[in-house]
C-alpha cells in the first residue's frame, strides 16, 4: 500500500506542482495587465 502511494504521489505529484506555479506566474502576469489597462483608462479619459 505504501509504495503505491510513493508511486502516486511520483507520478501526479510533479505535474501538479508544475501547473501550480505556472498558474502562479499567469495570475501574477494577469493582475499586472489588469492594473495597466485600469492605469490606460485612466490617462485617456483624463484628457
Known amino acids: 500500500m505504501d ?3 510513493i508511486h502516486l ?3 501526479i505529484g510533479f ?3 508544475i ?3 505556472l498558474l502562479h ?3 501574477r502576469k494577469l493582475d ?3 492594473h495597466s489597462i485600469k492605469d490606460i483608462k485612466f490617462h485617456t ?3
Do not use: N, Q, S
Request: charged share 35%; no cysteine.
Open 3 to 5: 509504495m503505491e502511494w
Open 9 to 11: 504521489v511520483g507520478d
Open 15 to 17: 505535474p501538479m506542482a
Open 19 to 21: 501547473t501550480f506555479f
Open 25 to 27: 506566474r499567469m495570475e
Open 32 to 34: 499586472d495587465l489588469i
Open 45 to 47: 479619459t483624463d484628457d
